[in-house]
């Protein structure tokens, strides 16, 4: 037999890199556990509850936004990922991001420059007009943000029903993104179950 037939495999580096790309799979795995979980939770926005401490005194408590800690464990997902992300996945993120970017923009607050105008009239009254800056800004839920009209009057607009559908598109973002992962996952065989790890 001619040596260039064969190939000698040290058995300890051998059992070492099987080792190695075991737990990498163990962890993904569990990664992939945790967006599940998270995604079966209901996808409510965050909000402060009252608790009572063993002595009657009330306090509140912030309860998390289940929407950011699934779109946050779906970005963890990804980053165990980055050196597997193959052509296809990118071309299909980057279409995800360009609607993720027009989401923003329909939802977020549009940054305004204010000028003010002095009519010489009768009146001799000021006027306000608005340019826009071309920056969006997403506030932060339960937050009130200020505009001022056209006779420099100051509103107050509450921006939380904005913040919460952008998150909702959010969340149907961030699905197309897992679902492209398991696909992903799946092109490379990542879904099968090694020899010697008990299902």
């Not at 569990?30 to 939770?41: C, K």
């Not at 939380?160 to 909702?168: A, K």
């Amino acid at each position: 037999m001619n040596e260039d037939d064969y190939e000698v495999i040290e058995t300890q580096d051998h059992y070492n890199k099987n080792k190695e790309d075991i737990s990498r799979k163990r962890i993904i795995m569990n990664a992939i556990q945790n967006v599940r979980e998270r995604r079966s939770n209901e996808m409510r926005r965050g909000y402060f509850n009252v608790k009572f401490d063993k002595y009657g005194n009330a306090r509140k408590v912030w309860v998390p936004d289940a929407r950011e800690q699934y779109i946050n464990s779906v970005i963890a997902l990804e980053l165990l990922l980055a050196a597997d992300l193959d052509d296809k996945y990118e071309v299909i993120r980057k279409e995800i991001n360009t609607a993720m970017g027009e989401d923003f923009k329909k939802y977020g607050w549009k940054i305004f420059r204010v000028h003010k105008e002095k009519h010489i009239n009768e009146y001799n009254k000021f006027t306000y007009s608005k340019e826009y800056t071309g920056e969006v800004v997403m506030p932060e839920s339960e937050t009130c943000v200020h505009d001022i009209g056209t006779k420099g009057k100051r509103i107050t607009v509450d921006w939380s029903s904005n913040q919460h559908h952008y998150m909702q598109s959010q969340v149907l973002s961030y699905d197309q993104i897992f679902s492209e992962i398991m696909k992903l996952l799946n092109r490379k065989d990542w879904l099968e179950v090694p020899e010697g790890i008990a299902q």
